[in-house]
């Protein structure tokens, strides 16, 4: 039997129409929602998410703030903006794109940005805030990885999950969100012994290591969710971290690549922005 495949590209059209309405209602109360996206430099894979970011962000019906600055600038320059931005009343949500060039220092420009505004949830006091199980900015990807996980297995109760990855971007926050859903959890990398064995004990299986095809078919467990997080570019075009031809034959459930994950995390860029605005004037 062949997985069920999970329709990220549906479930984030589905999740922005709710934000659009939403963003409607806040308008008539004469409030919009913006968000500011701030890219240094000119990485070509970074100008297309941010393109991408702001077409989004006017189509749900929120303003879009584009900064552009140039790859030399220095990062005083760049915290100043941030400082700006950080004091203006009609910026929502700031996400500076990532990765930054190699002068500046990515952490100190992150914990620049005010944390009530921090709609990547990259600060360290969201960090903190998530890891202590407290209200905080959750980050965008596995955001929307665990949407997509509770819509295709309702309660999380009690499953084990591994997730194939540690970094702070994903790995880490989506073993955090797994464990406040009561999932007992596994964070695992590339140099975990008997990788395989563990994600065979997997009922979820989230990979997030940026390799391509990395997860091989006969690690997923049968019937098992498997969340693909990877996009990487190869000579047979873009592909997931796992196998997926492979894979799908034994999962229960599978987000392709492309289609899966990739479209969840702009529109839940859009819905922190529009939980950021709420918090804001509420
Ligand atoms: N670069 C790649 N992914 C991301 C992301 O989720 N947020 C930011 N700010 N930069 C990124």
Known sequence: MTATLIDGKAFAASLRQRIATQVATLKEKGITPGLAVVLVGEDPASQVYVRSKG???LEVGMNSYEHKLPEDTPEADLLALIDRLNNDPAVNGILVQLPLPRHMDEAAVINAIDPAKDVDGFHILNVGLLATGQKAMVPCTPLGCL?????????????RAVVVGRSNIVGKPMAQLLLRDSATVTIAHSRTADLPDLCRQADIL?????????????WVKPGATV???GINRTDDGLVGDVDFAAARQIAGAITPVPGGVGPMTIACLLANTLTATARANG
């Open 227 to 229: 969340i693909d997080v």
């Open 206 to 218: 989230v990979a997030a290591v940026g390799r391509p095809h990395f997860v091989q078919g006969d």
């Open 55 to 57: 077409k989004q962000t």
């Open 147 to 159: 949407m997509m996980l509770r819509d295709q297995l309702g309660s999380l109760s009690g499953k």
